[in-house]
């Protein structure tokens, strides 16, 4: 068996379906859009989602197919840990269009809280896994392939900017260097290999099988 890691698709449902329906097992990084009906289509014990930042997490914690906040699983034969979640350096633009349309377009959820993600580092220093599947990266591997004039574009200083995720996949990173390490967020084709992990950041409706 094998299992396909599916990147952002940010409303693409269609294109979506189309891959998942290529692959008997799937698991969807995030940033799926803000509607969740077509997961219908897809059989939940073979197709699973992680929230990202541009997702409405409560409504998607609420299909079978989203996996939750943080854990392990074992899907098309691979275990691993996984952790949902992202800060959106867009944030401010996005609840001024809400207030203006009447709409919703960003949670304050879209990152685990403190208390989630002392468990979740706790959880994975108990499993060291070998595989991490997030929708953001750690810190130090962020910097490395981001895009620092998207930060500037935003207001941030890319010499300084982090997020409370980016730490947590950094500090479980420092405690225990998994072999493989799958993303997406970033909207990149990148791998590199760091301190003995394989990082893989998938681009914007990037495929990857493991």
Same mark, same amino acid.
């Given at each position: 068996m094998a299992l396909a890691i599916i990147a952002d698709i940010h409303g693409q449902y269609d294109q979506y379906l189309a891959i998942a329906r290529k692959h008997e097992y799937t698991l969807?990084?995030?940033d799926f859009g803000f509607r969740y009906d077509c997961l219908d289509e897809l059989d939940p014990e073979k197709h699973k989602v992680i929230s990202?930042? @541009?997702d409405d997490v409560l409504e998607l +914690? =609420? =299909?079978p197919h989203c996996l939750g906040d943080f854990?392990?699983?074992t899907l098309g034969g691979v275990t691993a840990f996984w952790v949902r979640g992202a800060f959106s350096i867009d944030w401010q633009y996005r609840v001024s269009? $809400? @207030?203006a349309h009447g709409t919703k377009s960003w949670w304050p959820e879209e990152q685990l809280s403190l208390p989630q993600m002392n468990d979740?580092? +706790?959880l994975y =220093?108990?499993? =060291?896994p070998d595989i991490v599947i997030s929708h953001s990266a750690p810190r130090e591997i962020a910097n490395k392939i981001g895009s620092p004039g998207i930060l500037r574009e935003y207001?941030? $200083?890319p010499e300084t900017f982090t997020t409370s995720t980016q730490e947590l996949l950094q500090s479980m990173a420092d405690f225990h260097q998994p072999k493989m390490h799958v993303f997406g967020h970033l909207h990149k084709k990148r791998e590199l290999t760091y301190r003995g992990t394989r990082y893989i950041c998938l681009p914007e409706l990037g495929v990857r099988t493991i």
């Open positions: 969807q990084l995030g990202g930042n @541009h +914690a =609420k =299909k854990g392990n699983f269009y $809400d @207030h979740c580092l +706790a =220093k108990q499993t =060291k207001g941030f $200083d």
